[in-house]
């Protein structure tokens, strides 16, 4: 069983910056590939980024490229989100997720098997 926390989120304003982490257990982190999902209130979940298990290779939702970076440190089971020139639209829960197997990224997601409870993000205008 793996168990993941969300930290780092909170109320920033438009154009700031926050840095979400990733907490995980277990001692496999390293081979699970990673993603970060959104939900904003009266929405569905939806993408946002997704990094393979070496942070070689990485993906991101359009709405969030070239502003939004996911990392990960797997010696310290951590998996991070970036996230610069924030815009009220990125207000939204954001959770992490982890597969527990595979080699690419995965961007749905049915196709991660871990979640965390989230963490708060708030841009204001």
């Known amino acids: 069983q793996v168990q993941l926390g969300e930290s780092g989120g909170g109320l920033v304003q438009a154009g700031g910056s926050l840095r979400l982490s990733c907490a995980a257990s277990?001692?496999?982190?390293?081979?699970?590939?990673m993603g970060w999902f959104r939900q904003a209130p009266g929405k569905e979940r939806e993408f946002v980024a997704a990094i393979n298990w070496s942070g070689g290779s990485t993906y991101y939702a359009d709405s969030v490229k070239g502003r939004f970076t996911i990392s990960r440190h797997n010696p310290e089971n951590t998996v991070y989100l970036q996230m610069n020139s924030l815009k009220p639209e990125d207000t939204a829960v954001y959770y992490c997720a982890a597969r527990s197997s595979g080699g690419s990224y995965y961007y749905t997601a049915h196709e991660y098997d871990y979640w965390g409870q989230g963490t708060q993000v708030t841009v204001s205008s």
């Open positions: 277990g001692r496999t982190f390293s081979t699970y590939p």
